[in-house]
């Protein structure tokens, strides 16, 4: 991309230097290669009724459903995860973010400063034949007066070099008089010119070859421009994930050893009515181990599931950006189409068989479109936006909420209920296959990028979750260890 938008206005310039661009382009738009830094994510709108009562602490009255019930136990369950993702900014960073978007003083930093500052168009001045009527002008000035100034001085003295001398040849040697030398030098400066058009068809043609063979390659741009957003959120998710993942394996095995020495401690004696203190002691920190344990496997779940969300909520926003940023780049860099015809026309790609049946039977009909407008090689059309709320942290609430009220639910199943109908705003751009290849490449990473994203997300709550339940089990089995030590 950054290529795209260093060449395009080189290429303008040129194709305005050799006179022969038809198409009406401007390259005045302000295009940032570098993705801004994405908006917060919206907070999730709680439904009616789901946290009543249930922050309080209250018990659920006896008059309240089953239903209401589920609601609120879920709600509860997940209310660590709801502050995690919405995680309120402390006093001070609010009063600085407050104090700088009204000073407006305070530039954000650039999301990848290593790309290096935009770069500004160049104005061109003249184009190749202005120049090369400029320099006919200024030479002609020139042998002019340079002639008129040999001929003054001459006087009575001959010719050295006249016509018919041995030194001479037919089309080189002085003539007689100024007027006849101002014919010659008139004739050679004209098979100059003549020489400088052949150039610049020669130039022009192997310029429309050039433009042919980029308007070709702009097609693979959007395939690699949108794969590499993909694999850069994939591994920036998987890279922090992993962090997360050392540090809970090293504690996840000293609780483990922990819970093997309490369970070898746990031992037939104790049910002694004098060892109740030492059993009464070995249960606390048994008790204290579980809360530890569940806690640390809820607080590495919820921040996984942040890491997820941030990851996708970024990915959402840079491939809407780069999406722009692509039109906006297409619309602006010459194309065979903006260029004056001729007969040697190179096309970029040629049209199926098919899309020429199309055509014909349109203009058959008389339902062909109409010309472009004027100065203008393409049509403009509007292109859909980008589908909206399947990613980001309510995405992943929803998923986690959805999980926990059902736990049979399928990752399909998942992946059938995070579709959204409502689009980002449309963007409007020229009706082109590069265009077209721009909102299809799109899609297909998106979409793409969505599975991953809901697959991820639930492998996440259902790995998680099954080491708290590992440990509900152990904890009922230590608690009937516990009761029968007691009652024997």
Known sequence: MRCLAAIRWRILNRAKYLHCLQSDLTIDDPLSISPPWPPED??????????????????????????????????????????????PKEADE????????????????????????????????????????????KQKEALDELGSKYYEELGEREITRKHGDPACTPERYIPATAAELQEMNAARLQELKDGAEQTLKAKVRYFRSMVARLTTAMSRVPTAVFLNINERAKRRSKFERRKLEDVYSDRKEAWLREREEHSVALK????NSNARAELDALCDAENKRIEKATELTTDILNSALVLEAKA?????????????TLLLLFDTIVQPGDLVPTEEDVMARRKTLLTLMKEYEKSQAGTAREPPPEGKAFHRRTWKGMRKGEVGASCVYGMAKRLEEDASVTGKALLGEVVEEELTDEVEGNDTANHAAVIRLRERAYNQYHSHFVVQTEKLVRGYKAILREEQRWQSNWNGLVSSLKDS
């Open 312 to 324: 996708s909520w970024s990915f959402f926003h840079e491939t809407l950006h780069a999406t722009e």
């Open 268 to 271: 037939p004696s104790l049910g």
């Open 42 to 87: 919206a907070p999730l709108e709680e439904e009616e009724g789901e946290d009543a009562g249930a922050e309080d602490g209250e018990e659920d009255d006896e008059e309240v459903d089953e239903e209401t019930r589920m609601k609120r136990a879920v709600s509860k369950a997940l209310r660590p995860l709801k502050e995690a993702l919405w995680a």
């Open 94 to 137: 609010a009063e600085e973010g407050a104090a700088g978007e009204e000073e407006g003083e305070k530039e954000a930093k650039p999301r990848f400063p290593m790309l290096g500052p935009e770069e500004t168009p160049q104005p061109l001045k003249h184009n190749f034949t202005e120049a090369i009527e400029r320099i006919q002008e």
